[in-house]
């Protein structure tokens, strides 16, 4: 079972900067395999920032050159660093896991969401 608990979200001005962290605790996971999507009133949910086989972080191309995911394995953390930020980048963003059980049994887990509001 894994746990992944967001925080840092609030409201900033267009232009403005935020951190959002990503506090991830259990067991049987890999914190480089924790990525951030996002999901906006009325749209889907949709990847942000997120991790591909190969090692390498995916990127939004909305998002490219302005979000940064680092991680603190010390401290289980995952944070996605936003700057320049722009009123389309309101929304609840979540991180999320893809794993799996002891069992071997593919297992996703989602955080509860921080909300990100951006004004104009």
């Known amino acids: 079972q894994v746990q992944l608990v967001e925080s840092g979200g609030g409201l900033v001005q267009a232009g403005g900067s935020l951190r959002l962290s990503c506090a991830a605790s259990?067991?049987?996971?890999?914190?480089?395999?924790i990525g951030w999507y996002r999901q906006a009133p009325g749209k889907q949910r949709e990847s942000v920032a997120v991790?591909?086989?190969?090692?390498?972080?995916n990127y939004a191309d909305s998002v490219k050159g302005r979000f940064t995911i680092s991680r603190d394995n010390a401290k289980n953390t995952v944070y996605l660093q936003m700057n320049s930020l722009k009123p389309e980048d309101t929304a609840v963003y979540y991180c999320?896991?893809?794993?799996?059980?002891?069992?071997?049994?593919?297992?996703?887990?989602w955080g509860q969401g921080t909300q990100v509001t951006v004004s104009s």
């Open positions: 259990g067991s049987r996971f890999s914190i480089n395999a």
């Open positions: 991790p591909s086989s190969g090692g390498v972080t």
């Open positions: 999320h896991l893809d794993t799996f059980t002891s069992f071997g049994v593919p297992a996703s887990y």
